[in-house]
């Protein structure tokens, strides 16, 4: 019973989290370098862990071969969608074939169904935000409503609820944690990447740059 109390408060801080944009206020744009540079240097600081920093945000997006051909913030942003998508299908992966290793407890069998339904939920999502992605096209001034934000920062929290349950589940399942938890916490590291790169492309037109 406490164990179970456990798992769904730690299930409840990482989502309230993901959802409250915990940030310590929007920085100021500046610039310094390429466009990922530029992007990594301006996103939120979010208050939730597994933490993002600049330096991993860069490292990641220049880990895929597109970042070198992207123009615009706004492929910098499907950039991380394509890099959570691989992240979570690998993931996916080690947790079938943990699942079908032999025995578990009642409770790492739950989480690992729980996690696996998850990761199929981000599948599931990252199409859908990326088609929006797509289509962004910046009309008035950031934040007035007339660019309908809020269908963006609905469709990315889908994303990183989806992540961030998964962790919160491996986080309390010592026998997860053994095989994912670096894993998983990736996974969610680039749910909230997925989200700093949307907010960046959101606020891009303050200085003229989509």
Partial sequence: MAAAATTTSVLLLCVAAFLAVAAHGKPA?????????????????YDWSPHL???LCEST??????????????????VAMDLLQSAAAKVDGVLRNHS????????????????RLDYAAVARTIPMCRAMVQEYKPVSPPNSGD???????????RLGN???NCWGYVLVDDDLAKVVSKEVAEVFQRATLVRAMT????????????
């Fill in 100 to 115: 079908d290793s032999g025995h578990h407890s009642k409770g790492t069998a739950l989480a690992l169904q729980y996690c």
């Fill in 53 to 55: 920093t600049r330096k």
């Fill in 162 to 164: 989806a992540a961030a």
């Fill in 199 to 210: 907010e960046v492309m959101l606020g891009s037109n303050v200085d003229g740059s989509h």
């Fill in 147 to 157: 660019n309908n934000d809020g269908d963006y920062y609905d469709c990315i929290a």
């Fill in 61 to 78: 997006l220049r880990s895929h071969k597109q970042s070198t051909a992207a123009k615009s913030k706004r492929d910098l942003a499907l």
């Fill in 29 to 45: 744009l500046y610039k310094t370098g390429d466009l990922v540079t530029n992007s990594c240097a301006n996103f939120r600081a």
